[in-house]
C-alpha cells in the first residue's frame, strides 16, 4: 500500500482524491491511500513522520511552504523519477521547483481576478475597469450607501499578502526590495482606496471568506477573490457575477497576479523502488485527464498546458482567470525558503500603513523584518 499526505479534511475534495487515487491504483496495480490533516498541520507532521523515519510515500505540500522541506533535502527530484514538465507554464514549474530542482507537480493552480456584479455596474453605467485610475474611478461611483465600490483582503495574514502582490507585482515591485518606490506606490494605491471610502476599513481585518460574503451580501460591487469562491458564488441564482484580470497601473502592463494551491511531493524514504513507484502515483494524478477532472470539480485551473485549454472551453465564464494564471509567478520563485518571513513583514507593514503610518514607513520597517526574520 502507498500513502499519499494531503490536507483534504474537506469531504468533497477528500472523495475527490479517493476516487482520483483509485483510479491510479488500479492502472498502476497498486493501492493508494490517503492520511488527511488540516492544511496548517501538513509541515508539522511531515517533519514530524521525517524524524521518526515514518514517511509517507507521497506528500501534498501547499506551495509556499514546499521550499522549506525541499531545504532540508527532504524531496526527491521528480524529473530524477522521469516525470515532465514539457506541457507546463514556467510559471507553474518554478511553482513547484526550489533553487531550479522540481520537486513538486501541480495538478491545479489557482491565482486572484477582480469579480464584479454585472447588474451593479450596468445599472451605475460603470465599464469593468482595467487599469488603477480606471479601478479607482470605478470604485468611488460605486460607492453607494452601505455598498462599497471595492472589497478585498488587507487582513494579517497570509491573504492579505495574496491580495497585495498583484498590485506590487504588475507595479514592478518585488519582495526582495520591500522598501522600493514600486511597492510603496502599490501600497499607496490601496491607502488611496481606503482615503476615498471606496473601500470599508474593516478589510484590514478581513479573510478572502469575509470578502466574498460581503460582495455576495451586496456591500461590494467588486471584489478581489479566487475561483474557491464559485460554488459559492453560483449558490445564488439572482447574483450575476462576472470576472476580469486585476487592473493595472498603466494600459498595456501585464496583470502579474500569485499563483496558489498545492503540489505533490516524492519524500526521500531511502527506498528508491518505493520512490519511483512514488513518482509514477503523482505523474498519474498530474496526468492530463486526471488534472481535468479535478480542475473541473474544483474550479481550479489545470496547470498542464492542453488540460487548460479543454478547461477553458468547459468554462468560458473563467477564461479571464486563465488568462491570468498564464502570466501568473509563485510567491517563493524569488526567496525561497525566506518567503514566510516576507510575508510576515508584509502582514505587519498592512497593518500599519491602512490605519495611520506611512507606506515608505512601515515597508522600510518590514523590509527590516524580513532581512533579519525578526
Known amino acids: 500500500m502507498y500513502t499519499v499526505l494531503n490536507s483534504s479534511t474537506d469531504e468533497t475534495y477528500h472523495r475527490w482524491d479517493a476516487e482520483a487515487m483509485a483510479r491510479c491504483g488500479k492502472r498502476l496495480g497498486v ?16 517533519l514530524r513522520m521525517a524524524s521518526s523515519k515514518s514517511l509517507p510515500d507521497v506528500v501534498q505540500f501547499d506551495a509556499s511552504e514546499m521550499p522549506v522541506f525541499a531545504e532540508a533535502g527532504g524531496l526527491v527530484d521528480l524529473r530524477t523519477l522521469g516525470l515532465s514538465t514539457d506541457h507546463v507554464p514556467d510559471g507553474i514549474v518554478d511553482f513547484g521547483s526550489y533553487r531550479g530542482t522540481y520537486y513538486g507537480a501541480a495538478r491545479s493552480v489557482n491565482t486572484l ?8 455596474l450596468a445599472e451605475a453605467g460603470v465599464r469593468t475597469p482595467a487599469t488603477w485610475d480606471e479601478l479607482r474611478q470605478a470604485a468611488r461611483e460605486l460607492t453607494r450607501g452601505k455598498r462599497y465600490g ?14 497585495f502582490t498583484p498590485f506590487m507585482w504588475s507595479n514592478g515591485g518585488d519582495e526582495r526590495e520591500l522598501d522600493s518606490p514600486e511597492v510603496v506606490e502599490a501600497l499607496d494605491f490601496w491607502k488611496a482606496l481606503l482615503k476615498d471610502g471606496s473601500l470599508s476599513r474593516s478589510t ?9 460574503d460581503q460582495f455576495m451580501a451586496g456591500n461590494a460591487a467588486m471584489m478581489i477573490n479566487g475561483p474557491w ?20 497601473p498603466e494600459a498595456g502592463a501585464d496583470s502579474v497576479a500569485p499563483l496558489g494551491g498545492a503540489v505533490l511531493t516524492v519524500p526521500r524514504t531511502g527506498d528508491e523502488d518505493r520512490q519511483r513507484m512514488a513518482g509514477r502515483i503523482v505523474a498519474c494524478l498530474t496526468g492530463e485527464k486526471e488534472q481535468l477532472t479535478y480542475a473541473l470539480n474544483s474550479w481550479m485551473v489545470p ?4 488540460a487548460a485549454a479543454q478547461w477553458r472551453a468547459r468554462v468560458p465564464e473563467l477564461d479571464a482567470l486563465a488568462d491570468q494564471v498564464a502570466a501568473a509567478r509563485s510567491r517563493t520563485a524569488q526567496v525561497g525558503a525566506g518567503w514566510p518571513a516576507v510575508s510576515l513583514a508584509l502582514q505587519s507593514a498592512f497593518q500599519s500603513a491602512l ?3 506611512s507606506s515608505e514607513a512601515a515597508l522600510k520597517r518590514a523590509q527590516q523584518r524580513a532581512t533579519s526574520g525578526n
Do not use: C, H
Open 31 to 46: 493501492t493508494v491511500e490517503q492520511q488527511s490533516v488540516p492544511a496548517s498541520q501538513v509541515m508539522t507532521k511531515a
Open 113 to 120: 481576478a477582480l469579480f464584479y456584479n454585472k447588474d451593479v
Open 150 to 163: 471595492l472589497a478585498l483582503s488587507a487582513g494579517g495574514a497570509e491573504d492579505g499578502v495574496f491580495q
Open 204 to 212: 484590514v481585518n478581513w479573510t478572502q471568506a469575509d470578502v466574498n
Open 229 to 248: 469562491q464559485v460554488e459559492t458564488l453560483n449558490s445564488d441564482p439572482d447574483l450575476d457575477w462576472g470576472i476580469a484580470e486585476i487592473p493595472v
Open 303 to 306: 496547470a498542464d498546458e492542453r
Open 355 to 357: 490605519t495611520g503610518q
